[in-house]
């Protein structure tokens, strides 16, 4: 039986089992694999443009867990890029992009070097386990480095079909703003050096071939002494959990009817879908109807259409189904992305999040910093409010006795966010407000989570 079909059945049959081997509890800090160095200069060498053209999509793992209220159908967990399905395509009134084919996608305008998302978005060529040429697809993130690129960790490595061992691919090479009817590679190929996956991530079964574990992060070499992210430019990525977004889907696709030529994207609405959550701790991925995402595209960013920031990458979805189709992304919590980004870029600082308060009459207000390479969402801040003070009307934080909860959308790097709550009554001057902003383990100094306001 096929990997795809057990897959399907053991879906169908309600499994939710935790995954043999894995500890039960949400948080345990997941363990990191690293490939062998590889030759950068080597794979550049053999990704011709003759090879480029006649690379294979990756398969694009079918969906295991939908939604919840969801009816599974014969066919979900398949692959939208098996040749052997007919795409039925995106429903009329659930198309949102302009000028969008069937299945959502619609051309990025030419050149690709004209948008800042158009560079940083990119073709990942490699030899999969048994040597295949195959294809995905990248995005530069910010790092200190300047080196990185994520992906899905099933386009970096998978189980050989004639050894049935685990492998790393080989000959990576990343193209951004790859163009295969015009310049081809307008910014150059750039050969990888290492890569790195969750250590959950085995490529052998259901509980990581379509899960919060398929994701992946890749260092390339230099050109030169120019970086990646000095040539194109990069990514912010945003770290939270699955949620509601409005975002832009970009990538590569190279299943028929696509050939890998054209950089498209997709417009789509997300909603939270389960994910496999031990021992990583993201509690749930984003999934859309919006977009049938094909082959090819896997490891393609997902940006959240009113900043810009990558809110996840492509990990599966299926097309084959009539009205229940669907395309699901990991999102970059702490927990994965996070783990991952510092084994593989050591000197950068992801979460550095900081607060001060200022005070004025019936009001307190906390002014939140991030000094990391992230940006970071849904942060939560808390007031602590002495007796004698509390949360006067017209807040939309939550009181609970002298405790205000509120949240921050999003606080982004170099740009300080804010939110004030009225008060009311009177507290003995030796009684003070302190307030908190919730970090992560990546922080380097929590010392500054806390603030203390002047009395008056």
């Known amino acids: 039986m096929s990997r795809r079909r057990i897959l399907l059945v053991l879906a169908v049959a309600g499994t939710a089992l935790t995954p043999p081997g894995l500890a039960a509890d949400a948080g345990d800090v997941p363990q990191v694999d690293a490939s062998p160095v590889m030759d950068p200069r080597r794979a550049v060498e053999y990704w011709t443009a003759s090879n480029q053209s006649h690379a294979d999509a990756a398969d694009l793992p079918g969906h295991t867990a939908p939604p919840p209220g969801a009816e599974r159908t014969p066919g979900m967990g398949r692959s939208p890029g098996t040749r052997s399905g007919v795409g039925r395509g995106v429903p009329d009134g659930s198309r949102l992009t302009p000028g969008g084919d069937v299945n959502g996608y619609a051309r990025v305008a030419r050149p690709y ?26 995005a530069v993130v910010r790092s200190a480095g300047g080196l990185l690129v994520a992906t899905a960790a099933h386009c970096v490595y998978g189980v050989s079909r004639r050894t049935g061992q685990g492998t790393w691919s080989s000959n990576l090479a990343f193209v951004p703003a790859y163009d295969g009817q015009g310049k081809g590679a307008p910014y150059g190929a750039w050969g990888v ?39 194109v430019g990069a990514f912010t990525p945003m770290r939270g959990r699955a949620g509601r977004y409005t975002v832009v889907s970009m990538g590569y696709p190279s299943d028929p009817p696509y050939d890998g030529s054209h950089q498209l994207w ?44 990558l809110v996840g990458v492509l990990s599966s979805g299926a097309g084959d189904v009539p009205g229940d189709g669907y395309s699901v992304a990991n999102p970059l919590g702490a927990e994965g992305y996070g783990v991952l980004v510092r084994q593989a870029d050591p000197g950068g600082v992801y979460d550095a999040l900081s607060v001060k308060g200022t005070r004025s009459p019936g009001r307190v207000t906390a002014t939140v910093r991030m000094g990391g390479l992230m940006a970071a969402a849904q942060v939560p801040v808390t007031f602590r409010l002495p007796r004698g003070l509390s949360l006067a009307p017209g807040s939309s934080c939550a009181a609970v006795r002298q405790r ?12 300080p966010a804010r939110v004030s709550i009225p008060i009311k009554g009177r507290a003995p001057a030796h009684r003070k407000i302190t307030v908190s902003v919730t970090s992560t383990s990546l922080d380097p100094n929590p010392r500054d989570n806390t603030h203390t306001f002047p009395n008056r």
């Open 266 to 309: 997709c417009l789509g609405r997300t909603t939270v879908t389960p994910g496999y959550i031990r021992p990583m701790g993201t509690s749930g991925r984003l999934h859309t109807v919006n977009c049938h995402l094909y082959g090819g595209n896997s490891g393609g960013p997902w940006l959240d259409r009113s900043t810009g920031l």
């Open 193 to 231: 050096r290492r890569v790195w996956k969750p250590h959950a991530y085995t490529g052998a079964g259901m509980w990581d071939w379509d899960s919060v574990y398929d994701i992946a992060l890749v260092e390339v070499g230099k050109r030169g002494s120019a970086t990646l992210q000095d040539t």
């Open 113 to 138: 070097g004209g948008s800042a998302a158009s560079r940083a978005t990119g073709r990942l060529f490699l030899l999969d386990a048994d040597g295949g040429r195959r294809s995905c697809t990248g």
């Open 404 to 415: 205000v909860a509120c949240t921050i959308a999003v606080v982004r790097p170099g740009s």
